[in-house]
């Protein structure tokens, strides 16, 4: 039977070591931070000791219980929480990483619930370094696709759409996506909105091909969404 003290302690630590992977999503504007880590951190905690307290009370009864049935469900219904914080924005996914380090601190909750602090520990470790380190490495030395919406009102015709695409040329930027819509202004005069969805080697000249649309003859507005 784990003590008062050590069921406090457990659960403290559950929501330290939550909290300092919350962290850094707060800090990335992540709608599943630092509240929402230690919340599941410390749930997943209390299952593991609920868990554990069912079984030692009936265990001298002769009653086969499994104290990991419980928990197991946690692993399999994080998924649902972390689902909610992936979504498809444009031409690209967010969430992910968000959704992976809520799953990963449901199992930091249960190895603390169950005892199993130097697990907790390590796995909190590596996953900070991954979250904080990792990101920076990423930035730095690895290549990285941008995936971007580009949109354009113009009142040009379709040589128009050549001309956007040799001012995308010009920065090596492939076009992946295209669709057309036509429209009117306030006057009745016909207006051509393009939306581009565009894969970028780097976000460095996002201004610069802005500009050079807009200084197309026809162009009315251009912009990233």
């Known amino acids: 039977m784990v003590s008062d003290y050590e069921l406090i302690w457990r659960l403290i ?15 990335h504007g992540r709608a599943a931070g630092l509240r929402t880590h230690i919340l599941v951190c410390v749930g997943s905690t209390l299952i ?6 069912i079984f030692d009370i009936y265990r001298n009864e002769g009653v086969n219980i499994d104290p990991a049935r419980i928990a197991a469900q946690v692993v399999s219904g994080i998924g649902f929480l972390g689902a909610g914080t992936i979504l498809r924005f444009r031409a690209s996914v967010i969430g992910l990483t968000t959704a992976a380090s809520l799953w990963a601190v449901a199992g930091i909750g249960l190895a603390i619930g169950s005892g199993f602090t130097t697990g907790a520990l390590v796995t909190t470790e590596i996953a900070l370094v991954t979250l904080f380190v990792l990101t920076r490495v ?3 030395f690895i290549r990285r696709d941008w995936y971007k919406v580009l949109s354009v ?9 050549g001309q956007i695409r040799g001012v995308l040329s010009d ?3 492939e076009v992946r996506d295209f669709e057309m819509k036509r429209s009117e202004d306030s006057e009745g005069k016909e207006l051509v909105l393009l939306e581009v969805t565009l894969k970028l080697t780097t976000e460095k000249y996002d201004d610069v091909i802005l500009s050079d649309i807009m200084h197309l003859k026809g162009v009315e507005r251009a912009r990233w969404i």
């Open 13 to 27: 630590l559950s929501a330290l070591l939550g909290g300092l992977l919350g962290l850094e999503r707060e800090a």
């Open 48 to 53: 593991m000791l609920t868990s554990m307290h």
């Open 171 to 173: 920065y090596s930027v």
């Open 138 to 140: 990423e930035k730095s």
């Open 153 to 161: 009102t113009t009142r040009g015709d379709a040589t128009q759409i």
